[in-house]
Nanobody, 117 residues
């Protein structure tokens, strides 16, 4: 079955960096678009970024453009999100998700990112 397992979250000071990983299994990872989505405390889900199967096309929300970088290693079935210049408003649970006809269908359990001094 499809499994997505995020890791790499934690507590970081404003201006700091974190790298999130998402280990995928149970499907042909290299054939699917993948997403990062986040949910801040008390708020709804927010799309952060997505990437095409080959990794050559990436898209970002305006709120993270220029600070976050999505990438993937298809040989290792792993999705990444490099987050730099973190702000307090980036505090959220971050989820990776698999695409199914332009919408996420499977989600990981999420990893908490807290940006605070």
């Amino acid at each position: 079955q499809v499994q997505l397992v995020e890791s790499g979250g934690g507590l970081v000071q404003p201006g700091g960096s974190l790298r999130l990983s998402c280990a995928a299994s149970g499907f042909t990872f290299s054939s699917y678009w993948m997403y990062w989505v986040r949910q801040a405390p008390g708020k709804g889900l927010e799309w952060v970024s997505n990437i095409n199967p080959g990794g050559g096309s990436t898209y970002y929300a305006d709120s993270v453009k220029g600070r976050f970088t999505i990438s993937r290693d298809n040989a290792k079935n792993t999705l990444f999100l490099q987050m730099n210049s973190l702000k307090s408003e980036d505090t959220a649970v971050y989820y990776c998700a698999k695409d199914h006809y332009s919408a996420p269908d499977y989600w990981g359990q999420g990893t908490q990112v807290t940006v605070s001094s």
